[in-house]
T-cell receptor, first 112, second 109 residues
Framework: DTGVSQDPRHKITKRGQNVTFRCDPI?????LYWYRQTLGQGPEFLTY????????KSRLLSDRFSAERPKGSFSTLEIQRTEQGDSAMYLC??????????FGPGTRLTVL | EDKVVQSPLSLVVHEGDTVTLNCSYE??????LLWYKQEKKAPTFLFML????IEKKSGRLSSILDKKELFSILNITATQTGDSAVYLC?????????FGKGTRLHILP
């Protein structure tokens, strides 16, 4: 399977805990995006990388959120001190420059 | 601020009907209009539209873009129960995609 993959697919955590998600993009894609989607809403942009450089961050990305793409391949999204409002589906997508973005299956986070 | 507005938000029709989903956008440095289908998982790509007036077709689905009116429609003819999903419209810029809230389509057998 050469699509975008994400791990884990589901994560249940207690409020205040830290969580980390991983995304592996399509190998030939140089851009990687993170989105958050809550019930009844479309995906909301969080941040994106071109190769290893993080080029933009949404103001939705509070200082509890951090994303990395250290070698320009896979990326991690960490949420520190999780809150119940962080419960959502976290989607990763990749593309070649600004071409069509292809999405991974998402990580569904539930904060209790 | 960039925005994408879809209508209707929800639609229920009978199998065999034809549906039209609407999308209006205001996106700075607009590059293309995208349609995705989402069925309880990640969005799957349907169409990318960059030029006005040129219809794109894929089976029973078709879409067209009006860059003057900042509007796009997605048509589905002879609907089937497998078409039940959320259809997302998005405007793309060089740096990101701005999604609408989606139209939830339910096809009754």
């Amino acid at each position: 399977d050469t699509g975008v993959s994400q791990d884990p697919r589901h994560k249940i955590t207690k409020r205040g805990q830290n969580v980390t998600f991983r995304c592996d993009p399509i190998s030939e894609h140089n851009r990687l995006y993170w989105y958050r989607q809550t019930l009844g809403q479309g995906p909301e942009f969080l941040t994106y990388f071109q190769n290893e450089a993080q080029l933009e961050k949404s103001r939705l990305l509070s200082d509890r959120f951090s994303a990395e793409r250290p070698k320009g391949s896979f990326s991690t999204l960490e949420i520190q001190r999780t809150e119940q409002g962080d419960s959502a589906m976290y989607l990763c997508a990749s593309s070649w420059l600004a071409d069509t973005q292809y999405f991974g299956p998402g990580t569904r986070l539930t904060v209790l | 601020e960039d925005k994408v507005v879809q209508s209707p938000l929800s639609l229920v029709v009978h199998e065999g009907d034809t549906v039209t989903l609407n999308c209006s956008y205001e996106v700075t440095n607009f590059r293309s209009l995208l349609w995705y289908k989402q069925e309880k998982k990640a969005p799957t790509f349907l169409f990318m539209l960059t030029s006005s007036g040129i219809e794109k077709k894929s089976g029973r689905l078709s879409s067209i873009l009006d860059k003057k009116e900042l509007f796009s429609i997605l048509n589905i003819t002879a609907t089937q129960t497998g078409d039940s999903a959320v259809y997302l419209c998005a405007g793309s810029r060089d740096d990101k995609i701005i999604f609408g809230k989606g139209t939830r389509l339910h096809i009754l057998p």
